[in-house]
């Protein structure tokens, strides 16, 4: 059954409730270093501050792979009607944010459907309300769920055909590489058997300019950094003073991975009145936002098989700093 072209994109919301996030929160703070989970920094301004990151001079990731979708695109829809034949595709975007880059994939694909995931309600669906006037002929449907933990995508008519993964900007490397595996696998239990999926990857290269794209000039990196804080006492009624809090993204070489944290600049003492406790704070003391492990294509593919993957297509830049990886579930063969 095809599915009925929607005018206007509808929101399936299926956003943690509070309970889940005090119970993010909690076990966040409990570890050591403290770390929190990614998903926590996109609420809807920091949902805002991500889409003005990735404009930052500094942010090489998405001119990369915004320009090898629009050179490639044909390619990789060439590569999916070749193992898909003539059955309807439905794209499924992994962390679609503002939706700035499937375009090229729904030119090229010309899907009966899309379907954007994301945490941020606000954000997603105005970002299909949005793409949809640029793709008439496409149903889309946006859902806002922490992908990472969602038992099954929603039983809509839009996802009743075939599937492809979308899953760009090197989201992946937030994962460690035990992690990555386990998300890959997670993917291939939504998406069902003999499903494709499209993976974008920024790869290792010059440290001053990994770190830099974490840590831009302007310092729009560090207010969204910071905006975990405000969320945190706006929901949970938490007393953190953000700008007692600095900023800062390095290289982990050992791990392959750049590190972003909050680093306290004094002793102090936080109060989170849903977990019943105060959190005290060293001078120094860091509080982990997020990773971004850099793997080379090679690593990729091994992640990727380890979850049942296989590689059937890559593309890169001329330098080889970043690649699309088109994977299928349980093939051996190449385009």
Not at 21 to 32: F, T
Not at 215 to 236: I, M, Q, T
């Amino acid at each position: 059954m095809s599915p009925t072209l929607l005018t206007r994109p509808e929101l399936i919301n299926l956003h943690p409730s509070p309970g889940d996030v005090c119970a993010a929160v909690a076990q966040g703070l409990a570890r050591q270093p403290r770390q929190l989970p990614p998903w926590l920094l996109y609420d809807q301004e920091g949902s805002r501050l991500f889409e003005a990151i990735c404009r930052q001079p500094e942010y090489h990731v998405t001119r990369l792979e915004k320009d090898l979708l629009q050179r490639h695109g044909s390619h990789v829809g060439h590569c999916c009607a070749g193992r898909n034949g003539a059955a309807p595709l439905t794209v499924v975007e992994f962390g679609a944010g503002g939706a700035h880059k499937v375009t090229p994939l729904l030119h090229a694909l010309q899907p009966v459907a899309y379907v954007a995931l994301d945490i941020s309600a606000t954000h997603v669906h105005r970002a299909c309300i949005g793409l949809q006037t640029l793709h008439p002929q496409v149903s889309m449907v946006a859902v806002c769920c922490d992908y990472g933990q969602l038992p099954a995508l929603p039983d809509h008519p839009l996802l009743a055909g075939q599937r492809l993964g979308f899953f760009p900007g090197s989201s992946l490397g937030n994962c460690s590489r035990a992690g990555a595996v386990a998300l890959l696998h997670h993917m291939a239990t939504l998406l069902g058997p003999g499903s494709l999926l499209l993976i974008g990857m920024d790869q290792p290269q010059d440290i001053a300019a990994m770190e830099a794209a974490y840590d831009d000039a302007a310092g729009v990196s560090a207010r969204f950094a910071r905006n975990l804080l405000v969320r945190l006492n706006r929901e949970l009624g938490a007393n953190f003073q953000p700008r007692h809090f600095a900023y800062q993204a390095r290289w982990d070489a050992s791990e392959q991975r750049i590190e972003m944290a909050l680093v306290s600049q004094r002793e102090q003492v936080v109060s989170i009145p849903p977990l019943e406790t105060v959190v005290p704070w060293a001078s120094g003391e860091t509080l982990v936002t997020e990773h971004s492990h850099k793997w080379g294509a090679e690593e990729v593919q091994a992640i990727a098989q380890e979850a049942g993957w296989h590689g059937v297509g890559r593309w890169c830049d001329g330098q080889d700093r970043f690649s699309l990886h088109l994977m299928e579930h349980g093939s051996l063969s190449p385009c």
